[in-house]
């Protein structure tokens, strides 16, 4: 069985466009870097759901050196978020109220991705839930395996960049 990240990761490497570099793919989860920007960042796909949303879901952990932005949480929901829809994330049995827009949600400042990211370091799946456009809840659900490794490849692949 092919894991969720398989296709996701097969997506980014072969998109003509946007040249990024494997750092590898750990289990469930790949890291990457992208020079141009330059940015580095684990990412895995939702698992799949009986009722697949329109958008791709996936979350990612980045990092931009330039910006000093460093474990920054986001995640693609699959679905476009009715306008003022709480988005909650449960990992390791805490609940974690998202921000965003659209079919994006990212921790609300750096305090919360440190929190997340730690959590994300002993927990073995996270869910993420809001209501979408059509006024329905739905969850994406996330595999953790394979996230601390890939989490700390992005961050040594980008820790010369300044």
């Known amino acids: ?94 609940r974690y109220d998202l921000t965003g827009g659209g079919a994006d949600a990212w921790a609300k400042d750096k305090r919360m991705d440190a929190a997340i990211v730690a959590a994300m370091r002993s927990a073995n799946a996270m869910s993420v839930s809001a209501i979408d456009n059509t006024g329905q809840r739905f969850t994406d659900h996330y595999s953790l395996k394979g996230a601390p490794t890939a989490m700390d490849a992005a961050t040594v692949g980008c820790a010369r960049v300044r």
Request: charged share 25%.
């Open 1 to 94: 069985m092919r894991s969720p990240v398989a296709g996701l990761v097969l997506l980014l490497v072969s998109a003509p466009v946007a040249a990024k570099d494997s750092l590898g793919v750990f289990d469930d989860w790949g890291a990457f870097r992208d020079s141009a920007v330059p940015r580095c960042y684990a990412i895995t796909a939702a698992q799949k759901e009986k009722r697949p949303g329109r958008y791709q879901a996936y979350a990612d952990v980045g990092t931009w050196p330039r910006q000093d932005v460093r474990g920054q949480v986001h995640v693609r929901m699959s679905r476009e978020l009715a306008k003022g829809s709480y988005v909650s994330l449960l990992l390791g049995g805490r």
